[in-house]
């Protein structure tokens, strides 16, 4: 039996970067890694790839979806799909290892922080995948499990708002988060 993990990459190419992205990206497929940004994607042992342009002013928004397996070796393994799992940091039950998932959680968090900054709701992929982490880092035991329930109701109540397009409500349930999360560290860090 094979784990799966997945993997999405959202970020912005200006129309006249496009033909070169794609260029980066076949020398990427060459050597098994793609460099866009501070993101480093393996593209080796991938079972599979897609990617999407959607027009969007100034340029296109790209989103790239891999997904690896992650068969049932040994530890010290170096097959494709068992080094790029150990990169991007899955444990053995399919999960992302804590630190990776934290890690991503704080990029996330600091994306919605400036949108919201900036008087704009964030949406789509990065506050799926937020919610979606939230949840997850809320299934790992003594990582702060006392704040768990609490956390997870401001971040429902915070969802609730962005999709009711409520800027001044999700404001608040932003900094609601970002006071548990505070409490949670203090506490556990």
Known sequence: MSQES??????????????????KLAEGMRQGCLAMG??????????????SLKQEEGG??????????????????????CQ?????????????KY???????????????QTLLGG???GGQIMERFIEDSRVMCTYPGMGEEFYTRYL?????????????????ARTRQQALYDSMKECHDRYK
Do not use: N, T, W
């Not at 630190?99 to 922080?113: E, Q």
């Open 120 to 122: 704009s709701l964030p």
């Open 153 to 169: 109701e401001i971040v429902d109540a915070f969802a609730v708002a962005v999709e009711q397009g409520d800027l001044e409500a």
């Open 6 to 23: 997945k993997r999405k990459y959202e970020f912005m190419v200006g129309a006249d970067e496009a033909p070169d992205f794609f260029e």
């Open 60 to 81: 296109y928004k790209a989103r790239i979806k891999l997904k690896y397996e992650q068969p049932q070796h040994a530890p010290e393994c170096e097959c494709p799909p």
């Open 84 to 96: 790029a799992a150990e990169r991007y940091g899955i444990d053995e039950g399919g999960r992302p």
């Open 99 to 113: 630190k990776y998932l934290k890690k991503r959680m704080k990029s996330d968090f600091k994306a919605i922080y």
């Open 38 to 51: 501070d993101v480093e994607l393996a593209l080796d042992g991938f079972r599979s790839l897609s990617l």
